[in-house]
């Protein structure tokens, strides 16, 4: 199985401030990544796929990068609805492993 | 509009089964996978397998091989998740999503979870 790798595990940022997740697989995965953002009681939310693919109403201040082994979710200015936890998972064989989460908390 | 309206929550005790049920409607229910995926209380996601509602086809973690069974009906466009031998870390609130994809499997509608307490 592909083991995927978050960091951090969580962070504290405030309204405005750029974050940074990094998402890690155990093997190359040539972009086959998605992103997804998850709130207490909430249904996942897909925010990104293939690495760098917008999904469709998600604000562009959600972006994806990377490749090979080593992939990022970025947002560039927090925003108060941006409080959650963010998991990458990898689509590139079975099974379809998530990472353990990144919790972004308020600072 | 997409939506995936899953059934009701259930409390099991250990050895028995459950069987979750994820009723399609919006789209051409065989045209797009259904996968399922679980959080357990305080965990990430876990990704369980996938059924393919055209052929009935399905994969599964191996870590579920041999408890899950996934199954459809497609005269009701409604996709089924059994999962047997419920041990108390399967207590769980159990997703069943739509892939978009065959090649990047991005699950873009979800449905709204069921819980699954496994309790004696």
């Known amino acids: 199985d592909i083991q995927m790798t978050q960091s951090p595990s969580s962070l504290s940022a405030s309204v405005g401030d750029r974050v940074t997740i990094t998402c890690r697989a155990s093997q190359n995965i040539i972009r086959y990544l998605n992103w997804y953002q998850k709130k207490p009681g909430q249904d996942p939310k897909l925010l990104m796929y293939?690495?760098?693919s917008l999904e469709g109403g998600v604000p562009s201040r959600f972006s994806g990068s990377g490749s090979g082994t080593d992939y990022t979710l970025t947002i560039s200015s927090l925003q108060p609805e941006d409080f959650a936890t963010y998991y990458c998972?990898?689509?590139?064989?079975?099974?379809?492993?998530f990472g353990g989460g990144t919790k972004v908390e308020i600072k | 509009q997409v939506q995936l309206v899953q059934s009701g929550a259930e409390v099991k005790e250990p050895g028995a089964s459950v069987k979750v049920s994820c009723k399609a409607s919006g789209y051409t229910f065989t045209d797009y996978y259904l996968h399922w995926v679980r959080q357990a209380p305080g965990q990430g996601l876990e990704w369980m397998g996938w059924i393919n509602p055209n052929s009935g086809g399905t994969k599964s973690a191996q870590k579920f091989q041999g408890r899950v069974t996934m199954t459809r009906d497609t005269s009701i466009n409604t996709a089924y998740m059994d999962l047997s031998r419920l041990r108390s870390d399967d207590t769980a609130v159990y997703y069943c999503?739509?892939?978009?994809?065959?090649?990047?499997?991005?699950?873009?509608?979800w449905g709204q979870g069921t819980l699954v307490t496994v309790s004696s």
């Open positions: 998972q990898q689509s590139f064989s079975t099974p379809l492993t």
């Open positions: 293939a690495a760098s």
């Open positions: 999503a739509r892939g978009r994809s065959t090649m990047n499997h991005q699950a873009d509608f």
